[in-house]
């Protein structure tokens, strides 16, 4: 046996205490110091202890006779609540019937009393405590974070159903904190991988250190922890321990030599006896409500869920449902608003939006529903739907004679991170026969910023492929230049709040002139969104040369309307609204 292994915990279930104890000795001949037996009497005793979760055994003998039907049933049961450890059927003699019986309700193995040697019973437990720890290392890896070596979100989410059963029950409170590490992203790109790696170690072991041995810490996202409070006596006692782990942050963590200010956001939601309605995706979604509302509140605080935030969570959870009945009927609409050149020379792209066509509201642009598309994961899902209808449309517009058309996409974060989307892509493109040239991707700069280095592949397969890359709203986010550079962008499309601003003082046209001047110096491609009137128009012409997009010439078109509008487009034409728009 690996000396390098703790003492096995085995625990026998049989009402014959001198089987135990001859068990005890048999060990005690064969590997002394190995295991650890402890001995119940009885079902009844076990499932107490199974009930008030005391038991927690490497290997379960349990006596399963052909004389006791119970045993068959406790042993699957045991087998069921313990899931990590190996449980060993006994029986006084070898019988065909309760081996095979055993080994179905899920034992490893099976002992006859009557024929087992001293060698064969350690044999038997040596064999079931590897499988122990076999299945330990899978549950574990399953379980754990392999970084922070905290819970993870799976077994967060076991956790709290048994605290919320449990809280039923006793009529304490569970508590829940969500919380978020403010700027990580920073600490990052600035500090390196490594060291944010050992900056999530320090806060994972400072926030362990910060609560109860029965609480459980989690890691359930990239710079994002949970802690689940059990047996709260005063609602008040949650936020206590808040305050307590915020105060993580009045000193410098020092990782490998470098000294980093810690900051955090907490989102707390409450369990009580009395809720009839709360589960634990309730606790979650309640606790994450109230940390968007920290971020919201300046950062570095805590903010509880309260009946305020409960309609806007009953709401979030409706569209929930109503989204992923959306994707269900095929009832998400790609429309395309056209580009037209600056120089007149006609309409040169057309860029991708996605609309919600919803029973009861109408058509709903992405800024109603897209955050909680992102919420619930679905983006890289929608992501490829909008790019396999902005391809095939394009496509189609070519085979009219539109061939030097272009098709702008948008793409967010979770699509660029998904590893093989630049494959995915650009087999799309190959299918319908488009260009790579064709197509733009436009990326936010808030998406650029937070961009992880599996999104860095992907960007850089498609620019390799051809495919072109813009970066939206531009100048509205942080370092916009370096994309520049950095990226070798194509082109940068005018935040609309610049354009629309260009009537309302110096500081907006300053903006405007100072991305065009620069885009000219770099050759890279503008466009000024969101031109409404001609007041906009004029400005830009005199500021610099740009394409242009906006109400003025055309809002979004669903996608068999726009054919006849690009293709009727004159060039040279004074811009004029092509159809009656919102506000004009």
């Known amino acids: 046996m690996d000396n390098t292994h703790a003492a096995c915990q085995v625990l026998v279930v049989d009402d014959n205490l001198g089987d135990y104890l001859l068990f005890e000795h048999y060990l005690e001949a064969e590997a002394p110091g190995h295991y650890e037996l402890a001995h119940v009497s009885s079902y009844a005793e076990l499932e107490q202890r199974l009930r008030a979760g005391a038991l927690c055994p490497d290997v379960l003998l349990i006596d399963c006779d052909s004389g006791s039907a119970a045993g068959l049933g406790y042993l699957g049961d045991a087998v069921q609540r313990l899931p990590t450890a190996s449980v060993v059927g006994l029986a006084e003699r070898l019988d065909g019937v309760v081996a095979r019986q055993c080994l179905q309700a899920g034992a490893v193995d099976l002992i006859a009393k009557d024929e087992t040697t001293p060698a064969h019973f350690a044999h038997v437990l040596a064999y079931a405590a590897a499988n ?16 922070t070596g905290l819970a993870n979100r799976n077994l967060l989410n076991d956790r709290i159903d048994h605290a919320l059963e449990r809280s039923k029950r006793s009529g304490e409170y569970v508590a829940l904190l969500m919380i978020d590490l403010d700027d990580f992203k920073q600490v990052n790109d600035g500090l390196g991988h490594d060291i944010g790696d050992g900056y999530l170690r320090a806060v994972a072991g400072a926030i362990r250190a910060s609560v109860r041995e029965s609480d459980t810490v989690a890691r359930i996202g990239g710079d994002e922890f949970a802690v689940l409070l059990e047996g709260l006596r005063q609602a008040e006692s949650a936020m206590q321990i808040a305050t307590k782990i915020l105060g993580l942050t009045a000193n410098r963590m020092e990782v490998d030599g470098k000294r980093i200010q810690p900051s955090m956001s907490i989102g707390i939601s409450l369990f009580a006896s009395t809720n009839t309605r709360f589960s634990a995706q309730w606790l979650l979604k309640a606790a994450d409500t109230a940390l968007y509302r920290a971020k919201g509140r300046g950062k570095n605080c805590y903010h509880v869920f309260t009946e305020e935030l409960d309609q806007e969570l009953v709401h979030n959870i409706g569209l929930d449902r109503q989204l992923r009945e959306a994707l269900a009927r095929d009832q998400l609409r790609v429309h395309y608003q056209p580009i037209v050149a600056g120089d007149r020379r006609g309409v040169v792209a057309v860029e991708a939006l996605l609309r919600w066509a919803h029973p009861k509201q109408g058509l709903l642009e992405p800024r109603a529903f897209l955050p909680a598309l992102e919420k619930l994961g679905l983006m890289p899902e929608v992501g490829e739907f909008v790019v396999h209808e902005a391809v095939e449309r394009l496509a189609s517009l070519r085979a009219q004679g539109l061939r030097e058309l272009s098709m702008h996409v948008n793409v967010s974060a979770a699509q660029l991170a998904t590893p093989g989307f630049a494959a995915f892509v650009v087999g799309v493109l190959a299918e319908h026969g488009v260009p790579a040239s064709h197509l733009c991707i436009e990326l936010t700069e808030a998406v650029l910023f937070e961009r992880a280095a599996s999104a860095e592949r992907e960007l850089r397969a498609l620019r390799k492929e051809g495919v072109k890359v813009a970066i939206d709203d531009f100048g ?109």
């Open 132 to 147: 122990h720890r076999r299945i330990q290392a899978l549950f574990d890896r399953a379980h754990f974070d392999t970084l």
């Open 476 to 584: 509205t986010g942080f370092g916009s230049y370096s994309y520049l550079k950095e990226l070798a962008v194509d082109e940068v499309k005018i935040d609309g709040s610049y354009v629309r601003g260009l009537g309302e003082g110096r500081a907006n046209r300053a903006i405007v002139r100072s991305i065009l001047t620069l885009a000219r110096e770099l050759d890279v491609g503008v466009t000024a969104e969101g031109v409404e009137n001609l007041e906009q128009y004029r400005q830009l012409g005199e500021l610099g040369r740009a394409d242009l997009q906006g109400f003025l010439f055309y809002p979004a078109l669903p996608g068999d309307e726009i054919a006849p509008v690009v293709g009727a487009y004159v060039p040279g034409a004074p811009p004029i609204p092509r159809r009656p728009a919102p506000g004009l």
